[in-house]
Every structure is written in C-alpha cells, then in structure tokens.
C-alpha cells in the first residue's frame, strides 16, 4: 500500500470515541483514512453506498450490529471488503470467537503498531485481489483478440496438445482439405504424417512427452483428406491453450533450399557456424549426455584484452584478426569437432567423440596454436593470446543452459588469473569436491555430538478449540564456525552416515532433562523420532530410563515420527508406540493425511496427536480441495478422539479457516516464532 494512497474504514463500534481514537492512531502512524462510523444495520447499507469501503473495523460487542450480522451483511452485498474484528485484548477464547463471527484478522485497539501493521497487510491484500481481478479481465480480452487474429492469419496454424488438435484455423484446414474444425478435433497429428515420416515423428512426440523442447523447424510430408501428400515445413513453439501448454504448429509449404539453408547457419565474417545454428547442435549433444555419453565437451574461447587489442589494431582490422584466429583453430580441431562464433570477439567449439581426458590435451594445443602465431593485420602485426573456458558433458550437467553457463564460468576464471591459460568444469571433480564436503560435515557433527554443540529451540504449539496442555515443539540446530546451522542442512549428512539415532538421544536426554527442571514444570514437548530410531529395539527402555532418573510424568513427552515411515515400518512402529505407551508417553503422526487411508494406520498405532501435512495449509485461503481435506480429517479424527495439529500455518486467514474446520491446535511462526531455550 503506497503511504499516499487513501483508505477507506467503515467503523461498527457503538461509542463514536472509540472509532475516533483508533481513527487518530493510523493517521499518527502515517496511514491516510477515510473514515465513517454506523451504529446499526440501516446506517451500514447505507454506508456501503456513500462511502464504498475498502475495510471494515468492527468491535465484536457491538449493541446493535454484532460481528456475526456485520459478515452477513458484507456477503449479501456481494464487495470485496476486508472484515477485522477490533479487540481490546487477544486471548484464545477472543481469537476463536472473533474469526467464528467471519473476521478475516484481529487488530487490537491499544497496539498502534499490530493495528496499523494489520490494516497496510489488508488493504494491500484487497488492492492485489482488486489486480487480478483486472489482469484476468484484460487477460480475456487478449484471448478473445488472439483467437480473432488466429482466425484472420492466412498462415496455417493449429495448436496440439498431447499430440492432439484443440485448436485450427480455417487456413490449416483449407490446406489439409478439411472444411470444419469438427472433422480432425481430437484427431492426432500423427494421423496427418505420410506413412513413411510416422517413425520419426512418433519417437518426436515421445521425446515431446517426456518434457524435452520441440525442434524449430522439422521437414515433414503431410497427407490432405483426400490422401495426396505434400512437402511442409512446420515451426514448432511452446504456447498454451485454455490454461493448458501445448504446442503452437506454423506449416510452411515453400521448398527451402540447401544451399541457402547452409548459409543462414554460418557467420558472414569468420565462415564458423552461427550461434543459433550451435544451439541447435549443442541441444542434440545434451541430449546424447543426458542417455550416458560422456565423451563430449564444450569449450569457450576469447582474446584477451580485446579492448586493448583494438585500441591498437584499430576497428577496421577486427574481423581479420578473428578470421586470422579462426583458421589457427581450425588446423586443431578434428573432423568431429563443431566450431562457431558465439559473440562479437568470442568462439564455442563443441567436442564429441572426445574422451574426457583428451579435452585438456586440446586445449593446450588451441592456445599453442594461437598464442604462438603472430598475425599480420594491415600495418600492424601482433602476437594475440586467448584465454578458453570448458564444460565436460555428462548425465549430471545434460543441460544446454548449464553447459554454457558452466564453462562461461570457467573462461571467466581463466581470464581472471590473468589469460593465456585454460580452466575445465568437470563434474567428476565436483563429485569429488561434495564428498570432502560431506566428510567435513561428518567430522563436524561427530564434534557436536562429542562437545553438545547442538542447541534446543522451542515453538509453542497453540490450541484453537479450548484444549488444555501446554505444549511445544523441540527444534534443534547446530552451533557452527559461522552461526547456527539449521537441520535441513545437517540432517541429511547424519542420515548417510548413520548418526540419527546419536542425536535422537541427544535431543531426548535434553527434552527429559529440560521437563525435569523447575522452568518447565508445566511444559510437555514434542519430539521427532527418525526412523532408524524407530527401529531401535532398545530405545524404549532407554526412555524409560532416562524419565525414571529425572522424576519426569512420561505423560509430557510426545513421540513424533512421520506417516510414511510408519507405513513402511509398521511392525517397528507398532512394537515402539505399545512400549512407549507403556511409560506413559504420549504419539503424534506427522504429515498426516497424504497416505491413501492414513486413519487405518490408528489401527496399528493409536497416536494421541495428528499432526496435518503441511501441503494442506499452503495457499489454504484459496485451495476449496484443501478445505475440504481438511475438515474432513478433523471430523474423523474428533470421532476417533485424536488431536490434530496444522503445522506452518503462517496466516491469520489460515487460523480461521482451521478453526472452522475443527482443527485442534496450530503451529506456525505466525503464532510463535522458534525461541531458544535456555533452561
């Protein structure tokens, strides 16, 4: 929301000092209102009319428009129009009433700053809402004129989608001798390829499928309705039909010819092939690699200094100082080896059939070559040194954009260490660099394992329908050289070396340890189980033991492992969760709800707290499916008697939507950001 721009707030508060003081703190905190208050639902009809607001700040309470009347209100007239309940305070009873009645968000009256930060956050929420709604409009209007200059083009044009036709124009039918789009809707574009062009095509459509990027140009024979056959050139580019991608399909009938086909792919100066002819050939190379082929390469190639080169040479002898270069490059490469200009003073040469351990051997004989000649330019004559940068190909870099953008870093790294030397990305190399990563990582865990170099964060985990219990979750983090190290960075090191069940009991000893202690006398806490602790037989006895030696009700500690691991370990989940029990401890299943019967899983493990996929809170304000999902495991599990829990909810609008649906308790940072504990 831009500080000049006006908003507009209609008031439902009974005393007009009310709507008067909140009115003077967003205008103390820069916000310009326009402002009215009602006091009753003839007041508020009217209000709609002659103001049009863009917010609506209603007191709950309200004598004669209570909030529930105001939602009301505000859906019958159909506006886009922000609802925000204006507390005096926030407590859990507070918030659920305030969202039961329809707020969209709470701001509290006595906080200038939660206030002003609530009503910028809706008012910029109704002015994006507001844009889309004009972008949709505009985007209709450019469909209805695409589909009008689709109609009009003479060229023939059709759009495919899965290889079918959705879409023609009466060009391309009078073409293929059709008079309605009726007669090939839902036909396949295979069935309009002369027999002998169905192979290539068909395998064309497979490699299409699997997401690869269609070809420019592709000669075809196609056959009329009447089945003559022609020659046809057809232009491929991606396009999207009613919401759908697809392929838009040009068809050219001129007969191209070789010689002038040949020409447009090469450089008019240097006789090299043109870049976008090299892309061509590089995207056939990339995809070789990505099938196992590894002895191919790409290299870049570039003068150094050129500017100064110039300055010396003058601009007039540029183009025979390249072709000069050229030739030099040309007397190295081999018959398989593809050269072409790639920019105004640099060159690509792509490499197949070359092993890997060839490339380097090339590479010294190219700067040989050129940096040992000296060239004759008008008057002047110069000996000029190139700096190269190259990518080895292989199934791991199969991609043309990471290909060039691998060994333009390279040639940038070789220039940078002063030119006249070449510098090779090799992927093996990076495998190598990643596995002395990975061991330094191990060897850093090991320490933090050894020294307690881990620290225990908590988040609050927040009841929306009145049930007791204060809870939290455990999160650990790492203490590193340059600050904390979050899990995800970690974790994944500790899985491939097996340290799991180590910091597992690390982070329970600490949990049990903290539950004992004075400050968390109250506090149970949430503990992630992985699954090779899981299928540690001994750990349960080793809780038990540990809660015995700290006096601690096994009651306040809840064991949290994933659905998914418990469907592929449920005879281990099954034994743990009954011994677990057994102490008193209470079981949580995370990310429920994905699998395809997640409650018969409670047959098995009768965990106390479901804690919801975090898939179904993402975007849940505007995804109706997720809604639905939702409280439709909030109903089952309330018949089953299970607590459910709505992780990474971010978003009042959130909040309401799973108290609605019944959900018992939330998490996210919009309630409670993690805090470290100190205890």
């Known amino acids: 929301m831009k500080q000049d721009s006006v908003i507009k707030i209609l008031f439902v508060a009974d005393a007009l000092e009310h709507a008067e003081q909140i009115i003077s703190q967003l205008r103390n905190g820069g916000i310009a209102v326009r402002p009215a208050r009602v006091g009753n639902e003839a007041e508020f009809l009217a209000a709609l009319d002659s103001l049009g607001p863009d917010l609506v700040l209603a007191v709950p309470g309200a004598r004669d428009l209570p909030l529930a009347d105001v939602a009301r209100l505000i859906g019958a007239s159909a506006r886009d129009i922000a609802l925000l309940a204006l507390l005096d305070s926030i407590d859990a009873a507070a918030l659920a009433q305030a969202f039961r009645g329809g707020a969209r968000a709470v701001a509290l009256a006595g906080n200038t700053e939660q206030l002003r930060g609530i009503v910028l956050q809706e008012a910029d929420a109704l002015i994006a809402r507001r844009a889309v709604r004009r972008l949709e409009a505009a985007l209709r209007e450019s469909d209805r004129r695409c589909d009008a200059l689709l109609d009009s083009s003479r060229d023939p044009i059709a759009y495919v989608h899965e290889g079918m036709h959705v879409r023609a124009n009466q060009a391309y039918l009078e073409m293929l001798g059709f008079e309605e789009f009726a007669e090939i809707e839902g036909q396949t574009l295979l069935d309009l390829v002369a027999e002998d062009g169905t192979e290539d095509f068909r395998g064309l459509l497979k490699r299409l499928s699997r997401g690869e990027p269609p ?20 232009e491929f580019s991606q396009a999207s039909f009613e919401g759908e991608p697809c392929l838009q399909i040009i068809v050219r009938r001129q007969v191209v010819d070789e010689s002038l086909l040949e020409q447009l792919q090469r450089d008019a100066v240097t006789g090299l092939y043109n870049r976008t002819h090299f892309i061509d050939l590089l995207g056939n190379a990339v995809t070789d690699a990505g099938k196992g082929r590894n002895d191919q390469a790409v290299l870049l190639l570039e003068p150094d200094h050129f500017a100064s080169v110039v300055d010396r040479i003058g601009i007039s002898n ?23 200009r790639f920019s105004d003073h640099g060159f690509v040469i792509l490499l197949r059939g070359r092993p890997h351990e060839s490339v380097q051997v090339l590479c010294t004989a190219l700067l040989q070559a050129i940096n040992g000649a000296i060239l004759d330019l008008g008057n002047h004559s110069l000996a000029v ?17 990471a290909v060039l953008d691998q060994a333009g870093n390279m040639l940038r790294n070789a220039q940078g260490e002063g030119g006249n030397r070449f510098a090779l990305y090799d992927p093996a190399a990076q495998e190598r660099a990643d596995a002395e990563k990975d061991k330094r990582w191990h060897n850093l865990l090991r320490d933090a394992l050894a020294h307690g170099r881990f620290v225990m964060f908590h988040q609050q985990v927040i009841a929306l329908l009145g049930s007791e219990g204060n809870l939290s979750e455990l999160l650990l983090r790492m203490d590193g050289a340059q600050g904390l190290v979050l899990p995800g960075i970690f974790m ?14 690390w982070v329970l000893r600490e949990a049990i340890r903290l539950l004992g202690s004075s400050g968390f006398s109250q506090q149970s806490f949430f503990v992630k189980i992985s699954t090779p602790s899981l299928l540690d037989e001994k750990l349960a006895d080793w809780i038990g033991e540990k809660l015995r030696e700290s006096s601690v009700d096994g009651q306040r500690l809840i064991l949290e492992f994933q659905e998914n691991e418990v469907v592929t370990n449920l005879r281990h989940a099954r034994r743990f969760g009954q011994q677990t029990r057994a102490l008193g401890c209470r079981l949580a299943l995370e990310r429920f709800g994905v699998g395809l019967n ?24 505007r995804n109706a499916e997720n809604q639905r999902r939702v409280r439709e495991i909030a109903q089952q599990a309330q018949a089953r008697g299970k607590e459910t829990v709505a992780e990474w909810v971010e978003d009042v609008n959130s909040v309401s939507l799973l108290f609605a649906a019944g959900i018992s308790y939330v998490q996210g940072n ?3 950001e993690p805090e470290r504990l100190a205890g």
């Open 215 to 234: 070809p420019a140009r592709l000669d075809l024979r196609l056959k009329r309705a009447d089945g003559s056959v022609f020659d046809a050139l057809l």
């Open 318 to 340: 540029v183009d025979t100082l390249l072709r000069g270069s050229v030739e030099r490059i040309k007397g190295v490469l081999g018959p398989n080896d593809i050269a072409a």
């Open 385 to 401: 040194t190139v700096s190269i940068g190259g990518s080895l190909m292989g199934e791991k870099n199969a991609n043309t954009a």
């Open 492 to 505: 994944p090191v500790a899985a491939r070396h097996g340290l799991l069940p180590a910091i597992d009991r």
């Open 598 to 621: 997640s409650f018969q899983l409670l047959d098995h493990v009768d965990a106390d707290f479901l804690k919801l996929d975090r898939s179904f809170v993402n975007d849940l304000a």
């Open 670 to 672: 919009f309630q409670h």
